[in-house]
């Protein structure tokens, strides 16, 4: 290395040897760290930097131990051959989730304490027909710093949300019934309907939530038993339910006695989020008899999809069936799995610095749909846009996928109105996915003025 490598601290939070280990990780990710090359001397990293050797050689340690690197006795530390890069080409924009940052070293640590307490261990080896005390109450007061009000006993753990689903619409619908749900929506509620036997019926959105006329008239004239909803960012249209949609549906759902299942997965940033209606109908409840929301939501689009923690937030008089149905697929949900989600939500570099980096790529997009002078609207990790006649979602998303990269075509969800939605979480590295942005942004261009030569 002719010049000594110097990263900018200033760009990380947390300890000075955990901000360095992270930049450490983010150079070899991006390729500005080649593997094995020898990385600083830790003297001279420090004097560069400002920080003491023993910081330098904490963070090297650390990242020793998360597998980034190997220190060889005499001659140095250097980074490990990896095929990280080249495990990262792809450029997937039709898969949800949450960019690549902090989550392995995170991870890694929270691994690695776990490693250290054999007697911990054990404990979460055995069998746990009901869920640890100690995780309800992390994962309690986690949603209380999330201004999400409930009691520990309230909340029930599953495999991810999928399986939060299936047990809801389990525990409390029988074959032959109804459920309503968005007229777009994630398909995962279909698929779930379908295998139990329930019939769906939509109910047709607007742009603050769903058409409250109409839902009213389905209430009643079909009686369902449940409604499913993604209120706070619509999948996958990006809407957000208005204050007064929230309102009037409890109202509604009150009235006809069904229960809402309101589905809050789709990530959302902090200037976007909504408090969920679980909390308005708590307020609102004179008692818990008239509660009627059962809140669904997981870690996979907050942290990373491989952990497979999602939770419910259920009223009283509903979770026996719930557990029930939960009890029928799995004799438990893994504590183990479940102690590392609570260690991770614990650690406060959470989130790391990747809601600067989703907003920063919400802007690229938006910039984008403007200049293709498309109606768009983004939220969170996912941007959708209308494409404009003759041009169809399917040429640009077929015409993408030979290039090797994958976006959602609207008819995915039910939705016929020449859409196509772009998920931004895929790749840590900006320089990659502003040229996969490019194509996208030049695949329209050239798709719409073949679609007019054609016409």
């Not at 054999?118 to 949603?143: D, G, I, K, V």
């Not at 910039?367 to 959708?384: C, I």
Request: aromatic letters at 8%; one cysteine or more; charged letters at 20%.
């Amino acid at each position: 290395m002719g010049t000594i490598w110097s990263p900018n601290l200033d760009s990380y939070t947390g300890a000075k040897y955990s901000r360095l280990a992270q930049a450490v990780e983010d150079g070899i990710k991006n390729g500005e760290l080649m593997p094995n090359s020898k990385l600083p001397p830790q003297r001279l990293l420090a004097d560069k930097l400002g920080v003491t050797v023993g910081t330098v050689t904490r963070a090297y340690a650390l990242l020793e131990q998360r597998g980034y690197v190997q220190a060889k006795v005499g001659a140095g530390t250097y980074v490990k051959a990896s095929d990280y890069q080249a495990a990262n080409k792809g450029a997937d924009f039709a898969t949800c989730q949450q960019p690549f940052t902090n989550q392995a070293a995170i991870l890694s640590d929270a691994l690695n304490q776990l490693a250290k307490t054999p007697l911990r261990l054990s404990q979460l080896m055995q069998y746990h027909a009901e869920p640890l005390r100690e995780h309800q109450l992390t994962f309690s007061q986690w949603l209380h710093r999330r201004n999400i009000p409930q009691s520990s006993e309230q909340i029930v753990f599953t495999h991810g949300a999928q399986q939060g689903i299936f047990s809801i619409l389990n525990g409390l619908m029988q074959a032959g019934e109804m459920l309503l749900c968005e007229s777009s929506c994630y398909p995962g509620i279909h698929v779930a309907a379908e295998q139990l036997g329930l019939k769906t019926m939509p109910v047709s959105l607007t742009n603050e939530g769903l058409d409250l006329a109409e839902l009213a008239d389905k209430l009643t004239q079909y009686q369902p038993k449940v409604l499913y909803l993604t209120p706070n960012n619509q999948n996958p249209t990006c809407i957000q339910y208005s204050d007064t949609q929230r309102k009037s549906i409890i109202d509604l759902a009150r009235k006809h006695r069904v229960v809402i299942i309101e589905d809050d997965v789709n990530y959302s940033l902090p200037s976007e989020w909504h408090t969920p209606m679980w909390s308005l109908d708590q307020q609102s409840a004179d008692n818990e008899q008239q509660q009627c929301v059962i809140y669904l939501s997981s870690l996979s689009k907050m942290f990373c999809g491989g952990l497979r923690q999602g939770f419910l937030l259920i009223p009283s008089r509903l979770i026996g069936p719930v557990k029930q149905a939960i009890y029928s697929q799995c004799w438990m949900v893994s504590p183990l799995n479940t102690e590392l989600a609570c260690s991770i939500i614990d650690n406060n570099d959470f989130m790391g610095q990747r809601e600067q980096l989703i907003a920063e790529r919400q802007k690229l997009g938006i910039a984008m749909g403007l200049r293709l002078k498309l109606t768009q609207n983004w939220r969170g990790l996912n941007g959708w846009l209308q494409l404009k006649a003759p041009l169809k979602s399917h040429h640009v998303v077929t015409a993408l996928a030979q290039k090797g990269i994958l976006i959602r075509n609207g008819d995915d969800f039910n939705n016929h109105d020449n859409c196509i939605r772009i998920s931004i979480g895929d790749t840590h590295d900006d320089k990659h996915f502003i040229e996969q942005l490019s194509i996208i942004e030049a695949s329209i261009r050239e798709l719409s003025q073949s679609a007019y030569s054609v016409v």
